[in-house]
């Protein structure tokens, strides 16, 4: 088993910054493939950005590219999603994910239970 849990989240005028948190603990981290995704009222729940085992590989959604960082401390057990120039459609509950099966992929197989970013315009 893996436990997630998101930290870091809150209300933030627009044109601020977030750091989001997700520490990781049951297994071993450093094995995980990372993602982030969030999920606004009323919306279906979206992929924001993923991150290899490694960190050699990661990936954005085109809504968050050039704003957005995700990386990892495989030390610490925890990754991260640095969020700057915040914009009002980026409020949505936002949920880490863990992979321990693939190296690559879209599916993940654990989530943690999300926190809250609002961002005021």
Same mark, same amino acid.
């Given at each position: ?60 959604? &085109? $809504?968050? /590219?050039?704003?957005? #960082?995700?990386?990892?401390?495989? @030390?610490?057990? *925890?990754?991260?999603?640095?969020? &700057? $120039?915040? /914009?009002?459609?980026? #409020?949505?509950?936002?949920?880490? @994910?863990?992979? *321990? ?21």
């Amino acid at each position: 088993q893996v436990q997630l849990a998101e930290s870091g989240g809150g209300l933030v005028q627009a044109g601020g910054s977030l750091r989001l948190s997700c520490a990781a603990s049951g297994r071993t981290f450093s094995r995980f493939r990372m993602g982030w995704f969030r999920q606004a009222p009323g919306k279906e729940r979206e992929f924001v950005a993923a991150i290899s085992w490694n960190g050699a590989i990661t990936d954005y959604a &085109n $809504s968050v /590219k050039g704003r957005f #960082t995700i990386h990892r401390d495989n @030390a610490k057990n *925890t990754a991260y999603l640095q969020m &700057n $120039s915040l /914009k009002p459609e980026d #409020t949505a509950v936002y949920y880490c @994910a863990a992979d *321990t099966t693939t190296v690559w992929g879209t599916e993940y197989n654990y989530w943690g239970q999300g926190t809250q970013v609002t961002v005021s315009s």
